[in-house]
């Protein structure tokens, strides 16, 4: 059995994989703990596993990778999310990825091997971090499939600073929640869909946390002019490649 462990910046997440059965998930865990997260815990979850199942490796991966000193082996999540976007879909030649601290798009070949990237790390704005900043600032806790609107509120900036004040703006003019809402997921599709232009990729993996947001990715969807295939549980993409790895 090969455990596969992705520290990102806001989750952590396990994945077990029988390397002897095909490489069967048999089962996968979601911790809302990110790099804050400590060694001892991650150990505590293995020992749960453990009771179960025989681990013979483990693989860290993530944004806090360097955290598992006892892992057997650590594999860029770059990498590893490219490994685990074939290991869903095959006949693909992208991902896209929008993680807490960055958001990334990936040329991969058949194989999942990726052979071009593009990574968006030097503002929060496109990422997790940002629409979670949003949906402080507009008091959203509940599931954001109950927010759609045909009325896209702009928000112009790409800087999360501005972007609040955008939105504290709108707030005072009784815009509707949802429109700015749907402005948000707009800014979002806004800043990656030239990453993705870029490369140049049609068959694309919408991967992370963030792909659970069906307006959002629809949105992403017509500024990409394209269908994105999203797995069962597409926050464990990158812990799965990892497992591949070993």
């Known amino acids: 059995m090969i455990l596969g462990i992705d520290i990102g910046s806001t989750t952590t997440k396990l994945v077990l994989m029988d390397n002897s059965d095909n490489n069967k998930i048999i089962t996968h865990l979601v911790r809302n703990m990110g790099v804050i997260i400590e ?12 009771k179960k199942y025989s681990i013979d490796k483990i693989v860290a991966t993530g944004y806090g990778r360097h955290k598992l000193s006892f892992a057997d082996k650590i594999v860029p999540e770059v990498l590893a999310l490219g490994a685990g976007a074939n290991y869903f879909f ?5 991902v896209i990825d929008i993680g ?13 091997k990726v052979v071009d990237f593009i990574l968006s ?5 496109g990422t997790g971090k940002f629409m979670e900043k949003c949906l402080n600032i507009l008091n959203i806790q509940d599931d954001l499939n109950n927010y759609y609107s045909d009325n896209i509120v702009d928000i112009s900036s790409m800087c999360v600073v501005f972007a609040e004040s955008e939105i504290i703006s709108l707030l005072s003019k009784k815009t509707p929640k949802e429109d700015i809402l749907m402005g948000v997921y707009n800014s979002i599709a806004n800043r990656i869909t030239p990453m993705a232009n870029k490369l ?16 959002l990715a629809g949105v992403l969807e017509n500024k990409l002019n394209k269908k994105l295939l999203i797995p069962e549980n597409p926050q464990i993409v990158c812990c799965t490649g990892a497992c591949l790895m070993i």
């Open 39 to 50: 060694e001892n815990d991650i150990i505590n979850e293995i020992k749960e596993f453990e």
């Open 90 to 94: 095959k006949d693909i030649d992208g």
């Open 100 to 112: 807490g601290q960055d958001c990334k798009v990936l040329k991969v070949n058949d194989k999942g």
């Open 200 to 215: 140049k990729i049609n068959n694309i993996v919408f991967s992370g946390g963030v792909a659970k947001n069906n307006i």
């Open 121 to 125: 790390d030097k503002c929060a704005a």
